[in-house]
Each structure stands twice: as structure tokens, then as C-alpha cells.
């Protein structure tokens, strides 16, 4: 497949978001005043269980502003037929405009299917448990589970539609993994920018992605405790809504044009690991980025931990699963994740053993006792 990256190398910079981000809460119901700015003919993919959340308030909208909408539910995997597959399901249906609503999981569906039809796209998260909204990208994976391949769009989403009050109401384990997800962002983007490496663009990462990284964490830092209190109960705090752009908008744009590095390398050798697999990413990130920290040589800030313990995010591997992890498990884990390009965007070269050395050395703080040396 011809990638929309190829017109980009790392001897320049871009920057790149969606067209518009729109916040706030009850907003579902102008989405089709947002969507006729581009189209006149839509189609929701959603998650099935969240079809009941938001499907009359999408139609109503919709019918209100002349966009005629197709319902195509997303049950299945999400793999590199997933496009296909809801391509066919329109059958002859041409809409012009993919809406895609709920977790990671159908937003990255219906971004496929925007790339196979070459569609208009608008994102509506109904958990804030990743920054996939903002991004151009989508994740594939094996029949396993496995993440396989990630894909690119020619271009950002046109609006991403932020609901607050249909976020507040999610799943307060949901929004944990969201913080997970949106803090390592700062650390990750300076790790690229301080060497050679590249971001999503497969450019150099600009300033100004650094400066909103920085500003992603600094917003969790100070609103992350009440947000993840007010997570679930359906009440829209000023914390909430500020942890809610610093998750899906500053994280969105941290990552995509600030650059990726350990902690979300080693997601993909953590989905090898016994328990870990169906963990939600954003734990998976927040172990990594613990790894990221013990591989700098620096202790995770003091606010960051008291964060980690208020919202149950995971300080050492033992948090993430209940299987006793050993070495060559670990050796595996870290060949997998050496493999991913992120690890190059890292103030020095990383090998396997460095990797290993890191999390053994975690987990043996974690019980109080010495790193095994073999």
C-alpha cells in the first residue's frame, strides 16, 4: 500500500491536527449542523452497545440540518479487512462523510473504511481512554489480538466531537487508561527531539508539538485527581474539561507531531505477554513510561507517582498482570518492542538487555528486593 507519509523525511518538520475540535457538553446533538459544513450524506459506525448512547440524537441532528445518515454497527475485529468489509456493508449506499463514534477500537474502524472509500471523517469518542480522535492513524490487528500494522490517512479527521457530558458519564477504569495514555506524552516527545527522531509524519517533531506535550501533562498534573473523581458519575467539572482536552486534543497532537518513544514501543511486546494482551493500552503506556524513566537514570516525579497511586495506574509489571513474568518471557517482550521504530526516538541507542535490565530492576523495587543479574 502506497502510504500518504511517502511526500515527507525527516529533513523537514510538519505539523499536522483536524480540522476543527469542537468540546463541550450535550454538543452530540449539533453534530449535524458540524457535518453539513462538509457533506450532505453520512454514515455512523459506532459500537454496538454504544448505538442506544447516541443514534437518536445523531439522527435527530442529522434529519435537522438535510444529512441523511446509514447506521452500519461495528461488532467485529478490527483487522486489515475491516475497510472492506463495511464497504461492502453500504452496498451502494455513497455517503460522503464517516462518522465514526465510540472507543479506539470504532473510531479506527471507521477510519478504515473512510481510507477504503476516500470518505470525509468526523470522530466522536465516547470514552476518553486514548488520543485516537485527533490522529490520522489506525491500528490493525491479528486474530490473536495482536497488534499488527498501523495505517495512516491522507489526512486528519475533519472534526473530532467531543461530548463531555457522554465522557463523564464512561467508565472511570476507562478514563484511568486515558490518563495512562495522555501523560507520557511530554516524556516521549522530548526523548524524540532529543536525538534524530522522527514522528507519525516521519518528519522531525516542531516545537510547538513539544510545547503542547508539556502543557498535556502539566493540565493532568494539576486537574488529573478531581477528573478522575468526577470520571463516571456524569457530572462535568472545569477539571474534567480540562483533562479531558489535555487526553484527546493536547495528547492527540502531542504524539502525532511531537513524536513517540519507549513507553509506546513496548506496547508491542507487553500484548505478547501472559494477561497483558487485553489490557487496555493506556496501562500498558503508563508501565512504559515508568520503564521510560528508570532507562533516563531519573526518578519519575513526585506528583506523577501520586497520580499513578490515585488513579491505579501501574508502577511495575506485577500491577498489570498476576502471572509471574520471567526473564526469557522478558527477553522476548523486548525483542518485540527493540523491533518498533519508536524506540530510535531516545536520547541513546537501547538494546534488548537494556530493556530487560530496566523492568527486572522495577519489579525488584516493587518487592523490595535486589534486581536479579540473570
Known sequence: MNSPLNI????????????????????????GGFARQIGRSAVLVADAYILPLVEHTIRS???????????????????????????????????VIVMAAGGGRAIDAGKALADT????????????????????????????????????????????????????????????????????????????????????????PTLLAGTIAAACYDTLIAHGRAAYDAAGTGEVTESFEAAVEAMILMAGLGFESGGLSVPHALTRGLSLLPGIASRPHGLQ??????????????????????????????????????TEIDR???????????????????????????????MLAIEAEAIGRPAATN
Open 8 to 31: 515527507f523525511d525527516a529533513e523537514l518538520k510538519v505539523f499536522g491536527g483536524p480540522g476543527r475540535y469542537v468540546q463541550g457538553p450535550a454538543i452530540l446533538h449539533r453534530i
Open 61 to 95: 441532528s442529522c434529519r435537522e440540518h438535510g444529512v441523511s445518515l446509514v447506521v452500519l454497527p461495528f461488532k467485529g475485529r478490527l483487522g486489515p479487512l475491516t475497510g472492506g468489509e463495511l464497504a461492502a456493508m453500504l452496498g451502494e449506499e455513497t455517503p
Open 117 to 204: 472509500r476516500s470518505l470525509r471523517l468526523i470522530t466522536i469518542p465516547t470514552v476518553a481512554s486514548n488520543d485516537a480522535p485527533t490522529s490520522k492513524n489506525y491500528v490493525l490487528y491479528d486474530e490473536h489480538e495482536v497488534l499488527l500494522e498501523v495505517r495512516h490517512l491522507a489526512r486528519n479527521p475533519d472534526f473530532v466531537i467531543a461530548d463531555t457530558a457522554i465522557l463523564a458519564g464512561a467508565p472511570k477504569s476507562m478514563f484511568a487508561a486515558g490518563l495512562g495514555d495522555a501523560l507520557s506524552k511530554r516524556a516521549e516527545a522530548l526523548a524524540c527531539a532529543s536525538g534524530k527522531g522522527v514522528t507519525m509524519f516521519r518528519s522531525r
Open 285 to 322: 503506556v503508563a508501565y512504559g513510561l515508568v520503564v521510560h524513566h528508570r532507562l533516563l537514570g531519573e526518578a519519575m516525579p513526585t506528583a506523577l507517582v501520586e497520580l499513578y497511586h490515585h488513579a491505579g495506574l501501574p508502577l511495575c509489571l506485577s500491577d498489570l498482570t498476576a
Open 328 to 358: 526469557s518471557q522478558l527477553i522476548d517482550m523486548a525483542q518485540a518492542s527493540i523491533a518498533v521504530p519508536h524506540i530510535l526516538n531516545f536520547p541513546r541507542p537501547l538494546t534488548v538487555d537494556d530493556l530487560v535490565d530496566a
